[in-house]
């Protein structure tokens, strides 16, 4: 079992950056691919980024050259830096890691870009 705590939401201007993290439990995290989700108001679910356990990344068009995914394996931690944040950004973003065949999800943490 992993448990996924992200950390790091808030409110901010559009243009600015924000940071977030996911903390995982148990001792195998750099086994696991890791990715971010956001979901706005109404939307659906959407993948935001991706990096392997042997750190190859991967984004989605509409954040690329923009937010960058990293992990830390000695600390158990993803990262998502976000820049140049924009109000279409605003949504609840998730954690999610995959070693198949299992999966865990975070519980999400609340971007809002806003002047």
């Known amino acids: 079992q992993v448990q996924l705590v992200e950390s790091g939401g808030g409110l901010v201007q559009p243009g600015k950056s924000l940071t977030l993290s996911c903390a995982a439990s148990?001792?195998?995290?750099?086994?696991?691919?890791m990715r971010w989700f956001r979901q706005a108001p109404g939307k659906q679910r959407e993948l935001v980024a991706t990096?392997?356990?042997?750190?190859?990344?991967n984004y989605a068009d509409s954040v690329k050259g923009r937010f960058a995914i990293s992990r830390d394996n000695a600390k158990n931690t993803v990262y998502l830096q976000m820049n140049d944040l924009k109000p279409e950004d605003t949504a609840v973003y998730y954690c999610?890691?995959?070693?198949?065949?299992?999966?865990?999800w975070g519980q999400g943490t609340q971007v809002t870009v806003s002047s």
């Open positions: 990096i392997t356990d042997s750190s190859t990344t």
């Open positions: 148990g001792s195998i995290f750099s086994r696991y691919t």
């Open positions: 999610y890691a995959l070693l198949l065949p299992r999966s865990y």
